[in-house]
């Protein structure tokens, strides 16, 4: 029987039981729910370099959950963390007087640059 979830590329019509299910990790090893280990080499498509079950990030983002979980930064409004984050990256940047914008993917940024490019 196949499940609600559309696995991206895969097949719509793979039978459930012919994926594998991750339920927990730690450092670079994955376990899934019949008990094997895998190595994520590829750090679950690259956003878990740091690994899993890193106590300290789980406790910052306990903890900026708990002031404030997330909120955008359109028009006139900023939050500290976005505001942190462009510091630092402003920051390691070569060029003189940076600025940042921060972005959720490669496309978005570069249809950003792009946007930004045409009203310099």
Not at 49 to 55: A, F, L, P, S, V
Request: aromatic share 10%; hydrophobic share 45%; glycine share 4%.
């Amino acid at each position: 029987m196949t499940a609600p979830f559309l696995h991206p590329f895969a097949s719509p019509a793979k039978p459930r039981h012919e994926f594998i299910t991750i339920v927990r990790g730690e450092g670079a090893v994955v376990h899934d729910d019949a008990g094997n280990e895998y190595i994520d080499a590829m750090a679950s498509l690259w956003y878990a370099n740091i690994g899993y079950g890193n106590r300290e990030m789980a406790d910052a983002i306990a903890a900026q959950a708990a002031r404030l979980s997330a909120f955008h930064t359109f028009s006139m409004f900023t939050n500290q963390p976005a505001e942190e984050l462009a510091a630092k990256v402003a920051e390691l940047s070569p060029f003189d007087r940076p600025r940042v914008f921060l972005c959720s993917s490669g496309s978005e940024a570069v249809d950003s640059v792009m946007k930004t490019a045409r009203m310099v």
